[in-house]
């Protein structure tokens, strides 16, 4: 069974930066396909960035430029770099992993709080 436990959240002036991490355990972390997620308050959850085990990336068009996703497989830690945050990025963010066999599992999830 995949755990991953998010670190990182909190809050910060908008503006500002933080860095998101997630470590995995249970599983061969090199072989996932690693994403961050958020879900604000009344509105759907959605996918802000990902990396694939070969290293594609992608990234939802409102955080390009200001976010970055990178991954050591060393450190089984998959990272979400934040900056020039804005109020619209305050939300849960949740780091999700997805194997070879289409399966997905979740962190609990991480608060960040951007203030203006």
């Known amino acids: 069974q995949v755990q991953l436990v998010e670190s990182g959240g909190g809050l910060v002036q908008a503006g500002g930066s933080l860095r998101l991490s997630c470590l995995a355990s249970?599983?061969?972390?090199?072989?996932?396909?690693m994403n961050w997620y958020r879900q604000a308050p009344g509105k759907q959850r959605e996918l802000v960035a990902g990396?694939?085990?070969?290293?594609?990336?992608n990234y939802v068009d409102s955080v390009k430029g200001r976010f970055t996703i990178s991954r050591d497989n060393a450190k089984n830690t998959v990272y979400l770099q934040m900056n020039s945050l804005k109020d619209e990025d305050t939300a849960v963010y949740y780091c999700?992993?997805?194997?070879?066999?289409?399966?997905?599992?979740w962190g609990q999830g991480i608060q960040v709080t951007v203030s203006s």
């Open positions: 999700n992993a997805l194997d070879r066999r289409s399966r997905t599992y």
């Open positions: 249970g599983g061969i972390f090199s072989a996932y396909a």
């Open positions: 990396v694939t085990s070969d290293i594609r990336i």
